[in-house]
């Protein structure tokens, strides 16, 4: 229900915009989040947005990251600015809506030094 895409290789301060399509889900109620884990590590909160369009992003991605939610097209995107080495990790998209959540499969982000 959740399609994960664009992740990819980058060199160090490049971008990458990744994409979240979902479908069986009545997307404008819910709150859409990325989501990261790199290997060895517990998968942390990178950025979310609510319903209502509010936003929240984890310390480190402030002022790199942006994300959006487009309702007509039920996706969820995270441009990704000025990538660092330490980004590299799988992302995962999450929609949520009160207790009901469901995870995307993944897209893989590298960022070579």
């Known amino acids: 229900q959740l399609q994960a895409s664009g992740g990819g290789l980058v060199q160090a301060g490049g971008s990458l915009r990744l994409s979240c399509a979902t479908s069986g889900i009545i997307f404008k109620i819910n709150t859409m989040g990325w989501y990261r884990q790199a290997p060895g590590k517990q998968r942390e909160l990178v950025a979310d947005i609510t319903s209502g369009g509010s936003t929240n992003y984890e310390d480190s991605v402030k002022g790199r990251f942006t994300i959006s939610r487009d309702n007509s097209k039920n996706t969820v995107y995270l441009q990704m600015n000025n990538l660092q080495p330490e980004d590299t990790a799988v992302y995962y998209c999450?929609?949520?809506?009160?207790?009901?959540?469901?995870w995307g499969q993944g897209t893989k982000v590298t960022v070579s030094s």
């Open positions: 999450k929609s949520s809506f009160q207790t009901i959540t469901f």
